[in-house]
């Protein structure tokens, strides 16, 4: 019975990724794709994961390479304390030439911490609501600072509704976003999304969601309890790809990756 | 007079050290520390130092063997040694070298837990230290820590100097057992001669713990520098990070008279501004080469206290009482 389970999650997979493509959760938070949500990952979680970054989802600045924008990388640590708090640390690699031997390579990095918190759970009526903040320090409010990187900063509010029917779950999200820099201030904005978590498969979920500039289609999916998998298409062309690994530190079992 | 108030004070510091080392009075001692024994374990340590914009990180890895031989009645003499494997940071360190030898007496005087150390302690220092930690309620708990030590180093060659440097801490502990959830404060002189205060927030899960904080100084704060107000002081001195401590497996021991076995944890720490007026900031030095933020201070089977009231990390097989 187990081998029949392990092997319809294994399919399902294997035929919904491929067809979707994409994710977020690219700083290691949860969310949908690109666009925050108010969906939280469970208390005690714990995420290490990379994530491959086309050049689409990069600012405009910052990330060019002898005038050129380039794909890069990410790799975070996340943490879910609480239930109504989630923190995680990114660090993005960006393109350069070394110094002494002139190899070119990702030398050099771009790190952040992100706060997410959620101040009201989904009740039957209302949607859960979450604010949280990247990269957001004091030199974020300076407009004057402009030898401070602040690539990914920005802060958000969010709202995220769930319903079911029939055993499958529809999520409906909205979010506002601001950039403090114009950088990648083409996805300020009110953004949301849709994701759907079939009840064949509740591991794994398509979302489709409007990032302030773009379409964004993709899906994820939690496989073993602890291996989560995303990936992602910004406009149905340019593919982001996800590994998490996550563990509860309390020691507890989740079929779904955020709540 | 000066030169007489320190004296004082270093003769009055050894001296609480030595009595709490000298006395062995009808402390109530159970599980490991009943009976004579000796540890053989090796931790290591991974060191990813994000200082050059060129380059991904310089990389440092050492092995850190080490003893513990409890002798019974909460006394301990622990040593460990520094075997470096990789190290990317400096050649000016010897592959292998002694990094730490303590003696250490642990005992309850009424309300208050006392921890005295003699020895060589980690962060190159040596000389002595008292610990002291007051719980006022399930909650609520007081700390503090002084020590008298200098510098004693033989990682590049032997460095040593007079033992008169001055460091005390004190603080207040919260603990939160529905959440396992600590929070601390502490204000105090530190080992470079900065002082400062460190306020933290950690939480205890299974066989690990979670932290953050944030530190401030007054040298990396400029405190009393020309054209610094008080409010910049703040911003510049301050810092902070998170901090994560792993228990080790297997999780379920033998304890022998002689036993081999990993170290208790892995920790690190991130620091987020990496300059070293921050790193060097708010420094003190352990007294155990296993202490941890988790387990604090003091044995498990002595105070009852905070993450020591969880179950405990590692079980050993034919005891009832369990570390």
């Given at each position: 019975m187990k081998r029949i389970k392990i092997s319809y999650i294994l399919l399902a997979a294997m035929v919904l990724l491929p067809s979707l493509g994409h994710a977020q959760q690219y700083n290691g938070t949860s969310g949908f794709l690109h666009i925050p949500s108010a969906e939280m990952s469970h208390e005690g979680d714990a995420r290490m994961g990379v994530h491959y970054l086309n050049?689409?989802?990069?600012?405009?600045?910052?990330?060019?390479?002898q005038g050129e924008k380039y794909n890069t990388y990410d790799f975070y640590l996340g943490i879910t304390?609480?239930?109504w708090i989630e923190l995680s640390f990114t660090s993005t690699r960006r393109k350069d030439t070394r110094a002494v031997t002139g190899e070119v390579g990702f030398w050099r990095k771009d790190r952040y911490a992100s706060i997410k918190i959620r101040p009201l759970r989904e009740g039957r009526y209302h949607p859960a609501v979450a604010i949280g903040f990247n990269d957001?320090?004091?030199?974020?409010?300076?407009?004057?600072?402009?030898?401070?990187?602040?690539?990914f900063t920005n802060i958000y509010v969010a709202a995220t509704k769930h319903f079911g029917f029939g055993g499958n779950e529809l999520a409906v999200n909205l979010a506002y976003r601001h950039y403090f820099?114009?950088?990648?201030?083409?996805?300020?904005?009110l953004v949301g999304g849709l994701s759907f978590r079939p009840a064949f498969f509740p591991q794994g979920r398509a979302i489709v969601e409007y990032m302030g500039n773009e379409f964004l289609i993709g899906a994820d999916a939690l496989l073993w309890q602890h291996v989560r998998i995303q990936a992602s298409l910004i406009d149905f062309k340019y593919l982001n790809l996800g590994l998490c690994l996550q563990l509860n530190m309390l020691g507890k079992k989740y079929v779904v990756a955020e709540r | 007079m000066k030169h007489n108030y320190s004296i004082f004070r270093r003769n009055c510091l050894m001296g609480i050290v030595l009595a709490v080392l000298l006395m062995s009075g009808p402390q109530r001692s159970w599980g490991q520390s009943e009976k004579a024994s000796i540890d053989f374990f090796s931790g290591f340590e991974v060191g990813l130092y994000d200082?050059?914009?060129?380059?991904?990180y310089n990389v440092v890895f050492n092995l850190t063997p080490g003893f513990k031989?409890?002798?019974?009645?909460h006394w301990q003499l622990a040593g460990q040694a520094r075997l470096t494997v990789?190290?990317?940071?400096?050649?000016?360190?010897?592959r292998f070298y002694p990094s730490m030898l303590v003696l250490s007496k642990e005992l309850k005087a009424g309300p208050v837990y006392l921890k005295g150390s003699v020895g060589a302690f980690s962060n190159s220092r040596y000389g002595f230290d008292l610990k002291a930690f007051l719980p006022v309620t399930p909650w609520l708990a007081f700390e503090a820590q002084a020590g008298l030590t200098g510098l004693l180093t033989m990682a590049g060659g032997w460095g040593m100097s007079p033992m008169g440097r001055f460091t005390g801490t004190v603080g207040g502990d919260i603990y939160l057992s529905r959440w396992n959830t600590q929070l601390r404060g502490v204000v105090g002189k530190y080992v470079y001669t900065d002082w400062g205060f460190q306020a933290e927030a950690m939480r205890h899960f299974n066989h690990a713990t979670v932290g953050l904080y944030a530190k401030w100084n007054n040298i990396a704060g400029q405190l009393?520098?020309?054209?610094?107000s008080l409010t910049q002081s703040l911003a510049k001195g301050m810092d902070g990070g998170f901090k994560v401590t792993i228990m080790l497996p297997p999780y379920k021991r033998t304890h022998r008279t002689v036993n081999f076995r990993p170290a208790s944890h892995y920790s690190l720490t991130y620091l987020v501004r990496g300059m070293a007026q921050y790193r060097d900031a708010n420094q003190l030095y352990y007294?155990?080469?296993?202490?941890n933020m988790r387990d604090g201070w003091f044995s498990r089977d002595l105070l009852k206290w905070g993450s020591h009231?969880?179950?405990?990390d590692f079980i050993y097989k034919g005891k009832e009482e369990t570390e």
């Open positions: 050049k689409a989802l990069l600012p405009d600045t910052g990330f060019l390479f304390p609480f239930e957001v320090g004091t030199t974020a409010f300076n407009k004057e600072r402009t030898d401070v990187q602040l690539y820099r114009n950088y990648n201030n083409k996805w300020s904005g | 200082f050059y914009f060129y380059q991904k031989w409890n002798m019974g009645n990789i190290n990317q940071l400096s050649n000016d360190v010897r009393g520098q020309e054209g610094v007294t155990d080469p296993e202490e009231t969880m179950e405990p």
